[in-house]
């Protein structure tokens, strides 16, 4: 529990979705492209992400069983900082394919908001919402946060001020290193709400939460944070909804969001499933241990064990350590079936993570990016839009392919003048946790809005 | 015979080709109350299973039964994901009434609008269901629809109308069902079964109304075991190939070869005036098939592909494709077959192929894949033959992909992937026939392959290589997910195939059929699971949810099933799958009664919201 690998693995937050960084540093240049007359598409950024790589690590012949585990956990995180690399996971969520879909929505939604098309926004935050909900295990607590954010800007454009301070504090009790300057894109009004809401999160009451994991080998999270193996604790942490993590190599992952209630303490257990190719995994990192120095041998398991993985790149490596160094050899397989060897010696100080993932990019030949967890949630330049057709133009960018009515010209109410408003932003961050708004809110969601009537004439079939 | 073509999956041919493009079905002429088969030629068809009835359940009256209606409503949200916008809305049918209305009902499009209707002990058993419907705001949106018994079989057609083996099937606009053709009559020769007398009758089956037509006017050709596709911008059918005549040894599936007087091309049917359309030129450029695939290209062109003499072609000429253009002068009435060359040839001669839409391309181009069905020459392997004269399993191409050009009209076929280990249990070694083949999942994810599902189940395999060559019983081993890996353009590999097999399938099962009922469950109905043998299968799903094959727990209905193989099996527009003819047994003795068609529509359960 308290080795220098597990230390370490602590401060790094899960890289769930390693895409979702590139998409957020693609904004940074998004709209000088935009301005300039051509659209980029947002996979641009991940246009060069062409294969997916596999990290199994085989303890060592004397012990180290535990640091193995911690090592592949550590070198599945680096992976994902990798730019033309994506991890694959031995430990995956079901579904995950709603995630990159919701968050796809997500992101257009703030884009929508930041051309302050909320109708449009909603849409896309509808659309997301329905994924997230039909897989309520995907989605990390950066997702979540990036969720909630936009549903506050969107209703707080509409004038909805109370759902707004709401959805933006279920934000921030997930994602608590949001900032200001993160806001400052979306105008005026949306710092006002931060301040306001990040305020009564800091200031409100918290509660204590408990996670066990069946087994007692899973590593938990919560919100992103490392917090140990097997069972895991958090204190004072604000009242409301936290997003647990509970992964296990050959295990399929868990999140499930937990409330956390004022002046208590809550416990959460999991029971991670088996995922299909565990029995494969689990066979070919015992072949694999037991043959480790027959290099024939293991480069016909690591080539099967690839296909039954259904990776395109595998890293089979073993550590020795001692008490500075972590020596690592084995065998890297490449996408185009190549087959070397890989050796390094890594210091164990406190860029230890960037060393691994030096080595991980060195070994697969791509370049290393930040740290997801060190990176702002969603760090936006403004956009000017000078006229009506302009703005329509920049609009239409946003998806070629979907069109929605423009009808996003309502005129919004001036409500940061309204004091009742910032008295009920103040009282209202201890009164959440009521569930999640918007997406659990039962199992049927009402259309606002329009309605008709629908006359149904009945037949009979025609019968022989 | 199977759904060998899916376009349920395709988010642009799926509103208008859902089902209507399987093809090969097995489908029985049907007659109506006024206007009956004549006795003669109920005495030459004849093509009924003495122990079949006329459909799975006898259903009641649902206008009589139902007390009370529930409206469901719900909005494509992202692909299959619905989101439930109205949960029940009531309205109560009152006592000789045939309509309800239902107020304030979010109004938008398109919609998913489900009635359920309840007896007076309070059970829904009955079902309609709409899709793409766009509630007007402010206003009533008028739907029709026909009430089919939930979780039970709803019987469809006509009195007298004779059955029948491999007929056709395809949807058309507004819930039509277009159904023609099909075998008639069964004969003894010698331990042969000889399937003929071929019908050319055509019938529509409107979903929405009920109500089931008998043409006046016939096929151009009796047929069957041919293909028919819906072409939307000329209204229009296409019907292509299929045979006077098929042969069914006991050993084996039913085979045709070009002795069973196999002279048939294709014609068209016009859905606005009612008439069939005689091929231009005597069916030029299109070569005569049998259970051909026909794939749908954008601006109605269609390649018509397979369709050789299985398990043995001795000519590599059903490699190559035919295609159809729509374009036609001002004095004809349709398109036409047009030389195509070498262009658009598979990579195997192939009979029997199972063929699913995938996705579209970066280009908004369509893409298919083509699995089974490839045929080996054995001709090419005389006793004299030395080392490497002859053929080998690994040439077997069991696969490949046809990509849509940005030309119109245009492709390739693509057959050099990777078929990974997999599953041991899959069997690389042999020549699969006839198994259906149904997309269940498609992943884009950013930074990795475009990624397919695909289960295939069942099918009649051939080995070519035994001595002798042999027709391998049906096997459980056929049931698997078939995970097909776009290759990536930055690392120029290869495409990749990963056969992953899935328990819980009954019995190894052939000439079945395979639909997609719903967005989330595939239905499995009927096939023989022996050759010379009455069929024995009856009906599972697979829930795409848990990817498991499931049995009974969904399907309790599915008890009445009159088990047959050799039907047709169509997704109708309200999610409720047809299943019209076929035969309890591929056998004379089982095709001599004059009993009307076996016809029902089921509606499972899972389909409720």
């Known amino acids: ?464 | 015979m199977p759904q060998y073509l899916d376009f349920q999956h395709s988010p642009v041919l799926a509103p208008l080709l859902s089902g209507a493009l399987a093809l090969g079905t097995a489908l029985g002429a049907t007659g109506c109350a006024q206007d009956p088969e004549p006795t003669a030629e109920l005495a030459l068809v004849g093509v009924q299973v003495a122990a079949l009835a006329t459909c799975g359940g006898a259903a009641g009256d649902p206008l009589g039964e139902i007390k009370t209606l529930q409206l469901k409503v719900r909005e494509n949200v992202g692909g299959n994901m619905q989101n439930t916008l109205k949960n029940a809305a009531v309205a109560s049918l009152g006592a000789g009434s045939d309509s309800a209305s239902f107020p304030a009902i979010p109004a938008g499009g398109p919609r998913e609008v489900t009635l359920l209707g309840v007896d007076g002990a309070g059970n829904a058993k009955w079902y309609g269901r709409r899709n793409g419907v766009n509630i007007k705001k402010n206003e009533t949106t008028e739907l029709h629809m026909t009430m089919m018994a939930l979780d039970a079989f709803t019987c469809v057609g006509a009195p007298q109308m004779p059955n029948a083996v491999f007929a056709a099937t395809a949807s058309m606009d507004a819930g039509r069902v277009l159904i023609t053709g099909g075998f008639g009559n069964a004969t003894a020769n010698g331990a042969v079964t000889t399937l003929e007398k071929p019908s050319d009758s055509a019938y529509i089956f409107d979903t929405n109304m009920g109500t089931f037509e008998k043409l006046p006017v016939t096929m151009k050709a009796a047929r069957a075991g041919h293909s028919m596709i819906y072409l939307p911008k000329l209204n229009q059918v296409l019907i292509v190939g299929g045979t006077t005549k098929m042969s069914v040894p006991t050993d084996g599936p039913p085979q045709w070869q070009a002795a069973d007087g196999v002279g048939l091309t294709y014609e068209v049917f016009d859905v606005a005036t009612k008439t069939f359309i005689e091929g231009a030129n005597y069916g030029a450029n299109c070569r005569k098939r049998v259970f051909a695939n026909l794939i749908a290209l954008t601006d109605d062109y269609v390649v018509a592909m397979g369709g050789a003499p299985w398990p043995i072609s001795s000519s590599d000429d059903y490699a190559k494709s035919d295609r159809f253009t729509s374009k036609h002068s001002g004095t004809e009435k349709t398109g036409h077959f047009e030389d195509a060359g070498n262009a658009l040839q598979l990579n195997a001669v192939r009979a029997g192929a199972a063929v699913a839409y995938m996705a579209p391309t970066a280009n908004g181009t369509a893409r298919y894949f083509i699995w089974g069905g490839a045929t080996i020459d054995q001709h090419f392997c005389p006793t004299t033959a030395g080392p490497g004269d002859c053929p080998t399993p690994s040439e077997i191409l069991h696969g490949e992909v046809f990509v849509e050009s940005t030309e119109p009209g245009t492709g390739a076929m693509y057959s050099d992937f990777v078929l990974d280990a997999g599953d041991k249990s899959y069997d690389t070694k042999s020549s699969l026939f006839f198994p259906t083949l149904t997309q269940v999942k498609r992943t884009v994810a950013e930074g990795q392959p475009e990624t397919f599902t695909f289960l295939v189940l069942g099918g009649a395999r051939y080995d070519p290589f035994a001595s002798p060559a042999v027709w391998k019983a049906p096997s459980l081993d056929d049931a698997y997910l078939l995970e097909v890996r776009e290759p990536s353009d930055t690392l120029h590999t290869k495409r990749r195939v990963t056969p992953k097999r899935v328990s819980g399938l009954a019995s190894g099962v052939y000439m079945h059929q395979s639909n997609l009922s719903g967005p989330a469950q595939v239905l499995i109905s009927g096939g023989f699971t022996a050759y010379n043998a009455p069929a024995s299968f009856s009906m599972q799903y697979f829930d795409l949810a848990t990817q498991k094959l499931l049995g009974k727990d969904k399907l309790a209905g599915s008890g009445a099933f009159i088990k047959r193989g050799g039907h047709s099996a169509l997704t109708l527009r309200n999610d409720c799958v047809l299943m019209f003819g076929g035969a309890s047994q591929l056998a004379a003795g089982a095709l001599s009664s004059t009993q009307p068609a076996v016809s029902d529509v089921y509606c499972p359960k899972f389909l409720v919201p």
Do not use: C
């Not at chain 1, 992400?49 to 956990?73: F, H, Q, Y």
């Not at chain 1, 006229?387 to 133009?393: E, I, K, L, P, T």
């Open chain 1, 1 to 464: 529990m308290n080795s220098p690998l597990n230390l370490l693995r602590g401060r790094v937050a899960r890289v769930g979705m390693a895409w979702l960084a590139a998409a957020t540093l693609t904004d940074v240049h998004f709209w000088s492209m935009l301005r300039g007359g051509s659209y980029v598409a947002q996979a641009s950024a991940q246009a060069a992400i062409n294969s997916t790589l596999a990290v199994v690590v085989v303890p060592g012949p004397k012990k180290g069983g535990d640091d193995a585990e911690a090592l592949e956990r550590l070198l599945g995180d680096a992976a994902g900082r990798l730019d033309t690399v994506r991890p694959f996971e031995l430990s995956p969520l079901a579904n995950a394919e709603n995630e990159v879909i919701a968050a796809d929505n997500i992101e257009d939604a703030l884009r929508a908001l930041l051309l302050r098309t909320p109708k449009r926004a909603q849409e896309r935050l509808m659309a997301a919402a329905g994924k997230l909900k039909e897989a309520p295990q995907a989605g990390d607590e950066r997702l979540y946060a990036r969720l909630y954010k936009a549903q506050a800007l969107a209703l707080l454009a509409v004038g909805d001020l109370l759902p707004a301070r709401d959805a933006l504090v279920k934000s921030l009790v997930l994602v608590r290193t949001q900032k200001e300057e993160e806001y400052a894109a979306y105008g005026s009004q949306a710092k006002e709400l931060y301040t306001a809401a990040a305020g009564g999160v800091q200031k409100g009451p918290t509660g204590d939460v408990k996670v066990v994991a069946r087994g007692g080998k899973a590593d938990i999270w919560i919100d992103g944070d490392w917090r140990g193996t097997g069972t895991a604790q958090a204190s004072s942490l604000p009242v409301g909804l936290h997003r647990i993590t509970v992964r296990q190599s050959g295990q399929i992952a868990e999140r499930r969001f937990v409330e956390v209630t004022a002046g208590k303490g809550v416990t959460a257990e999991f029971d991670l499933k088996p995922a299909t190719f565990a029995p494969d995994l689990e066979q070919g990192r015992a072949v694999l241990a037991a043959n480790f120095k027959q290099p024939s041998v293991v480069e016909d398991r690591t080539r099967e064990l690839r296909n039954q993985l259904g990776a395109d790149q595998m890293l089979v490596v073993r550590p020795a350590k001692d008490k500075k160094v972590t020596q690592l050899q084995g065998w890297f397989l490449g996408a185009d079936g190549s087959f070397r060897k890989v050796e390094k010696t890594i210091d164990m100080d406190d860029k230890y993570f960037d060393r691994l993932g030096d080595f991980l990019a060195e070994t697969v030949g791509a370049k290393l990016g930040p740290d997801v967890a060190t990176t702002p949630l969603d760090q936006r330049q403004s956009v000017v839009v000078q006229s009506a057709g302009a703005r329509h133009a920049a609009a239409e960018k946003i998806d070629p392919g979907k069109i929605f009515d423009d009808d996003d010209n309502k005129k919004k109410k001036s409500v940061m003048t309204q004091w009742w408003f910032w008295t009920a932003v103040a009282a209202g961050a201890g009164l959440i946790g009521g569930g999640i708004y918007f997406l659990t809110s039962g199992p049927t969601t009402e259309a606002a809005g329009a309605q008709g009537t629908v006359t149904v004439k009945l037949h009979k079939a025609a019968t022989p």
